[in-house]
């Protein structure tokens, strides 16, 4: 069974301290990886594609990378405005447009 | 261009009433998805629609129908709530790309209330 497992649940971390979110993924194959930003009380706002092992992108702060379980969403010296839940998903071969399969978030608080 | 519009933003509905939420998008997107988001269990798929005059099942659909008349709105019908149906509710849409990318563009939700 396909499954989108994120870790950890929440990260707090100090202005300026880098880390990564894990997104660890379990499916049949895949056609794509995605990364989304939430911010409180709003709707997912999409940041990535990532299609093959070895595939990385940036966009500010950010970076995410692909290997054949998992994927990394690397945080280089965030700002509080970087606080946000941050959303994996995953579409799998062999499936229609249907079977994206979210996992259930990283919560990062960023202090000043 | 708005994106993605959902009405209405909040509602409260009691017990075995019934209500529609309608989602708008001015993209041209083929593809259209109703989830719901409850607190540590992520999204999930409740209904979605491949084009104008098609609907589908999700991972969730009971209790819920949908309708794709015109390819710009998909609406999302509570025939009567439950308690159970207290969430949050996002419309999403979907270009098929030349690459196949499904990313989906979301909008704002609609925070519903069952009591």
């Known amino acids: 069974e396909d499954q989108v497992t994120q870790s950890p649940e929440a990260l707090r971390l100090q202005e300026g301290e880098s880390s990564s979110l894990n997104c660890s993924y379990t499916?049949?194959?895949?056609?794509?990886l995605f990364w989304y930003r939430q911010d409180p009380g709003k709707g997912p706002e999409f940041l990535f594609t990532?299609?093959?092992a070895g595939e990385e992108k940036e966009k500010e702060r950010l970076k995410a990378t692909l290997t054949k379980k998992e994927s990394f969403l690397h945080i280089t010296a965030p700002k509080p405005e970087d606080s946000a839940t941050y959303l994996c998903?995953?579409?799998?071969?062999?499936?229609?447009?249907?079977?994206?399969?979210f996992g259930s978030g990283t919560r990062l608080s960023i202090r000043p | 261009n708005a994106g993605v519009t959902q009405t209405p933003k909040f509602r409260v509905l009691k017990t075995g009433q019934s209500m529609t939420l309608l989602c708008a998008q001015d993209?041209?997107?083929?593809?259209m998805y109703w989830y719901r988001q409850d607190p540590g269990m992520g999204l999930r798929l409740i209904h979605y629609?491949?084009?104008?005059?098609?609907?589908a099942k999700g991972e969730v659909p009971d209790g819920y129908n949908v309708s794709r008349l015109k390819k710009q709105n998909f609406l999302l019908g509570l025939e009567s709530a439950a308690p159970s149906q207290t969430s949050v509710y996002f419309c999403?849409?979907?270009?098929?790309?030349?690459?196949?990318?499904?990313?989906?563009?979301f909008g704002p939700g609609t925070r519903l209330t069952v009591t």
């Open positions: 999403a849409s979907t270009l098929l790309g030349a690459d196949g990318g499904y990313e989906q563009y």
């Open positions: 998903a995953v579409h799998s071969s062999g499936s229609s447009a249907s079977k994206i399969i």
């Open positions: 990532l299609y093959s």
């Open positions: 499916v049949s194959g895949l056609r794509g």
């Open positions: 629609s491949v084009g104008e005059g098609t609907t």
């Open positions: 993209m041209n997107h083929e593809y």
